[in-house]
Every structure is written in C-alpha cells, then in structure tokens.
C-alpha cells in the first residue's frame, strides 16, 4: 500500500497497472520513467513551475560529481535505522532522495515530490524510489504517515508538515549555513549579509542543528560551470561565469542541517 492520496478527493489512491486511482475513479497514470503526475491544474501557478531546465541539469552534473558527499553522509547520519516512510520534499532531480534511500531497508518507501516535471522525470527513470509532480503546499501524502521528511533547500507550509509527519517522525531541514559560497558572494555584492537563521516551522520544536562546512574545490571547465550555473545568483555573474570556468574555483560550502520533531 502506497502513501499517495487523490490531490482531487483526498482518498487513497491504489496502483494498478495503469497507475494510480481512487475509489471515486480518479485515475492517474504512470508516466514512461515511473512517476506520477499529481499536481491538479489550478495549483500550477505558472505553465513550467519550478526550475529551469538549464538550473536542473547544472544541479544533477555538479551533484553527482559528488562533491556534497559530506552533506550525503550527514544525512544518512540523522535517519533513525527504524525509518519505513520517508518524503523527500522539492527532491529536484533526487540526488539526495536516491542517497537517503540507499541508507535504508529495501522494505523501505521512499518518495520524492517536486514542482518541477522536468526534475522529477530525470529523478524517477531506473528508480525504485516513488516520485511525483505535486506542490509542497498541497501534498497528496496521506495524513501521519511518515517517519521521515526531509527538505532541501526547499520552500513548504508549515501545515503540510505536521500533517504528514508521524508523532515521533522526524523533520530534517537543510538550509545553506552562513558561510556558503562566502567567497563567490564576496566577489557579487558589496554587502554580504549572513544567511538568516531557519525558524522552527509550525508546531514543531528543535530538536539539534549541525553545522557543516567543508572545502570545495571544483576543477577549471564544466563542473565549475555547473557550480556557479546552480546557484540562485547565476544570474548576476553573466559576463564573469565562462571566465571564472575556465579557471576553477575554490569555495567553502556551509550547510544548516536542522532536526526537528512534533511539539
Ligand atoms: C534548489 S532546488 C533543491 C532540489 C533538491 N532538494 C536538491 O537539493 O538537489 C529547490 C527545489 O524546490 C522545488 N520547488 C520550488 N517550489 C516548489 C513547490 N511549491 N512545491 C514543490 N517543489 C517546489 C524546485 O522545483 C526545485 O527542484
Ligand atoms: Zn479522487
């Protein structure tokens, strides 16, 4: 038995060989890489929402370089051996999504929910994972039925989390930590200011926060190209990105991993 309910009518929805379907006969198919399409048109507030498709392969090519091991390695850390169900909120392309997977039981249920269609075809293809395209505001995730949810550098409802969560589930927020990319910002703006502290979502209660910095080195060409293609301030380095390629680039890479549980 699957997690997924109907984003139409809210009952649960079964798989059969066609997909998935409720018992008022919603029917949603699989599509040819194995997700599911669950984002009702009027939650679909613009025509491709999400990331852009550049944003996204730039992300999967500089991710699976695996130059965010440590960040993998940390989270894996934070998984109570125990989990059976667990949501991976705006999973992206599912880098991180495969990874917590790999960490757990076969028995284990795994499901990545993006925005973005194009992510989550590239996320789903050869996965045993279960992937959707669905709003972190409205998820069709049945009510307490995860151990784990984790969320990514990603936006969500407060609401949606404590309804989905297990009692004793666990939330794990990865926020960027106050250093991330210090020196790349440095060389962007003027006035640098720290990543705000993340607050402690609705209904839920800090539980530990680590800190994670490491090194990060990325060699002169595509991967350095990748890393600057990324970030939210892409946009800004237009004339300087092919230049900085062609040299590499050295950074520091700092994350926020925040544990939290139901109050
Ligand atoms: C910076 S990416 C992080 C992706 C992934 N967690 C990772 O670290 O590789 C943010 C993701 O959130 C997704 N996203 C943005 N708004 C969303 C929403 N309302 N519902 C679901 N996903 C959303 C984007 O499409 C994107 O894939
Ligand atoms: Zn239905």
């Not at 929805?13 to 599509?31: K, V």
């Not at 972190?136 to 609401?159: E, F, G, N, Q, W």
């Not at 989905?164 to 991330?180: A, E, F, Q, S, Y």
Request: glycine share 6%.
């Amino acid at each position: 038995m699957l997690c997924f309910i109907c984003p139409l009518c809210r009952e649960p929805l079964i798989e059969n060989s066609h997909g998935l379907a409720c018992s008022r006969r919603h029917q949603f198919d699989r599509a040819r890489e194995g997700y599911f399409h669950l984002l009702p048109v009027h939650h679909k507030n613009s025509r491709q929402p999400g990331d852009a498709k550049l944003q996204l392969q730039a992300r999967r090519q500089f991710l699976n370089a695996n130059f965010f091991s440590p960040l993998v390695g940390a989270l894996k850390h934070h998984l109570p051996a125990s989990t059976q169900h667990l949501l991976d909120i705006g999973c992206g392309e599912g880098y991180f999504t495969r990874h917590l997977a790999s960490a757990l039981d076969a028995s284990a249920q795994v499901y990545g929910i993006d925005i973005a269609k194009d992510g989550v075809r590239l996320a789903a293809k050869g996965r045993r994972e279960f992937y959707a395209v669905a709003s972190s505001y409205a998820l069709p995730i049945a009510d307490h039925s995860m151990d784990v949810i984790t969320r990514i550098y990603a936006p969500s409802k407060d609401s949606e989390l404590a309804r989905l969560l297990k009692k004793d589930g666990r939330l794990i927020i990865v926020t960027p930590g106050p250093n991330h990319l210090l020196r790349l910002r440095q060389q962007l703006y003027q006035d640098i200011r720290p990543h705000p502290e993340p607050q402690a979502p609705e209904g839920f209660i800090l539980q530990e926060t680590q800190q994670l910095r490491f090194e990060l080195i990325t060699p002169a060409g595509s991967l350095t190209e990748a890393l600057l293609q990324m970030t939210p301030f892409a946009w800004r380095l237009t004339e300087s990105l092919a230049e900085m390629a062609a040299t590499g680039w050295q950074d520091q890479a700092e994350f926020r991993i925040s544990l939290y549980r139901r109050v």
